[in-house]
């Protein structure tokens, strides 16, 4: 299994407080990658990262922001947590893609579970 | 944009019967095209890949997946279906760096 720990894995917090979760990789991959996981909606992508303190938005990323300081840490940030964010967090990571030898698949954490009352 | 549509919510078969799972894709170009697995209060586990060549593609656990440029699909197959084989399944697709994924569908194998 890939080396992606994420934390906390449990988390209930009250609507308007701040929320950091963490994704930490030992792989050594350039993307790291932060989906939630909705009923009905699959996976949808808040932000990613091609790089030391490079990142960029996904289709939801509103009320999102990361950061990511080094290789190993990918940090998902509510800044003033909703129930809306009510959610299932998924990181992951992928190394850069070469021709056949590797396309990009993703590898991921075991999630974090997220409740905002 | 690239996009990714599961029809089916739920698909339910009985075990040792082939199952389905069907996925069918939207992209400008040439698609790398993925299927994952997910099992209750896990992540998601990478099964196969579509890139180019043979379009059956085999990979873990005994499932294989056809791609279809015609129909733009890539249908997950299995010729017996085991109970263990229950999970959650997602199709994705890459055109560019995101993987997009599908919503999901909830294989259900009966014993």
């Known amino acids: 299994d890939a080396g992606i720990t994420q934390s906390p894995r449990h988390k209930v917090t009250e609507t308007g407080t701040p929320v950091t979760l963490r994704c930490h990789q030992t792989?050594?991959?350039?993307?790291m990658y932060w989906y939630r996981q909705d009923p009905g909606h699959g996976l949808r992508l808040i932000h990613y990262?091609?790089?030391?303190?490079?990142?960029d938005k996904g289709e939801v990323s509103d009320g999102y922001s990361v950061s990511r300081s080094k290789t190993e840490d990918f940090l998902l940030t509510l800044e003033s947590a909703t129930s809306s964010q009510t959610s299932v967090y998924f990181c992951?990571?992928?190394?850069?893609?070469?021709?056949?030898?590797?396309?990009?698949?993703?590898?991921f954490g075991e999630g974090s579970r997220l409740t905002v009352l | 944009a690239q996009s990714v549509a599961q029809p089916e919510d739920q698909v339910n078969v009985a075990e040792g019967n082939p199952l389905t799972v069907k996925c069918t894709y939207s992209?400008?170009?040439?698609?790398?095209l993925f299927w994952y697995v997910q099992y209750p209060n896990r992540g998601l586990q990478f099964l196969l890949k579509?890139?180019?060549?043979?379009?059956l593609v085999k990979g873990s656990y005994g499932f294989e997946a056809e791609f279809n440029k015609s129909q733009t699909s890539f249908h997950l197959k299995k010729p017996s279906a085991l109970v263990s084989d229950s999970a959650l399944y997602f199709c994705?697709?890459?055109?560019?760096?995101?993987?997009?994924f599908g919503k999901g569908t909830r294989l259900s194998v009966i014993a």
């Open positions: 792989e050594n991959h350039r993307y």
């Open positions: 992209v400008s170009g040439n698609p790398y």
């Open positions: 990262s091609y790089g030391v303190k490079d990142t």
């Open positions: 994705a697709v890459r055109e560019g760096t995101p993987l997009v």
């Open positions: 992951a990571i992928s190394d850069l893609p070469t021709a056949f030898l590797n396309t990009g698949e993703l590898f």
């Open positions: 579509y890139i180019t060549g043979d379009n």
